[in-house]
């Protein structure tokens, strides 16, 4: 990281902490030990300075913070990095409300959600479909409805933006009744896309969906909550990531995948519709 992205992020981090102590300059100061004209350099535009690492780790200590998050080299005031377990995800005593996923949702609230999704987006899923899927993967149905209802709700709110970005193919499988949907039937699917339709019609631009030529770009399935993490989907397990080089990275890999799209946001609801009308042979 350039030197001055790294004194620009310390800056902000330690203004924060100046902010959230409720201590004037000259107390915070005295309290990290330095004087307040070091204090006031430090916090000031025109400088690229950082502290000596004990000052640094002084500050650290004194206000419950990692070293990473200091120098922003992480997004996250504790851990740098962890893995959660699907266990530690799924639905708790008071519904998916109360997740790690819904916590790093209401975290983000206000800035970009980036969703790249292992198949048919949660909120755009009938219960039929969330039956369906949870009859195959042997998971809780009332679960997985909880989390569509959720993120439904969740889109709905005027400071959402989220973006999912999806292969094209993967939409013209379930059309056409393949794959893990071999046993959804053609009306239930025909239902599933026009429920599809509907709501990206009535969410949008807070929730936008592009489709990319999946034959040409890949991703595995993931997501990017504003600037403060990526949980990563493996299966049964969420591997989350918190520092700022790999979520930029993440981040720029999306970008990517929205540049390459051949259906856009204002194409999408279009394109389902289109899918459901299609005969069923004609999707192969």
């Given at each position: ?122 909120l755009l899923r ?64 025909r239902d599933q ?89 004609s999707h192969a």
């Amino acid at each position: 990281m350039d030197k001055r992205d790294l004194s620009g992020l310390f800056r902000e981090r330690l203004r924060t902490l100046v902010q959230r102590s409720g201590q004037n300059q000259s107390a915070f100061a005295a309290s990290v030990g330095i004087d307040r004209s070091a204090l006031s350099q430090l916090l000031s535009e025109d400088t690229t300075r950082l502290p000596r690492a004990e000052t640094l780790m002084t500050i650290a200590e004194e206000h419950k913070v990692s070293l990473d998050w200091l120098l922003g080299l992480s997004q996250d005031e504790g851990l740098t990095g962890e893995i959660r377990a699907s266990l530690e995800i799924e639905e708790g005593s008071g519904g998916f409300d109360r997740t790690l996923l819904a916590k790093w949702h209401a975290e983000a609230a206000g800035t970009k959600i980036r969703y790249v999704p292992a198949g048919i987006p949660d909120l755009l899923r009938t219960d039929a479909l969330v039956d369906y899927e949870a009859d195959i993967t042997n998971k809780s149905r009332q679960s997985q409805a909880g989390e569509t209802q959720y993120r439904i709700d969740y889109n709905r709110r005027p400071e959402t933006d989220m973006e999912v970005c999806m292969p094209r193919h993967t939409l013209e499988i379930f059309a056409a009744g393949m794959g893990v949907w071999s046993g959804f039937s053609e009306q239930e699917r025909r239902d599933q896309l026009n429920h599809m339709a509907t709501l990206l019609d009535d969410l949008y631009p807070t929730f936008r969906l592009f489709l990319y030529d999946g034959r040409m770009r890949y991703s595995v399935p993931y997501t990017i909550f504003g600037p403060y993490r990526a949980a990563i989907y493996v299966g049964d397990m969420y591997l989350v990531l918190n520092a700022t080089a790999p979520v930029r990275t993440l981040t720029r890999h999306f970008d990517n995948l929205i540049r390459g799209a051949e259906i856009n946001a204002h194409e999408a609801a279009g394109f389902a519709r289109k899918l459901a009308e299609m005969p069923v042979a004609s999707h192969a």
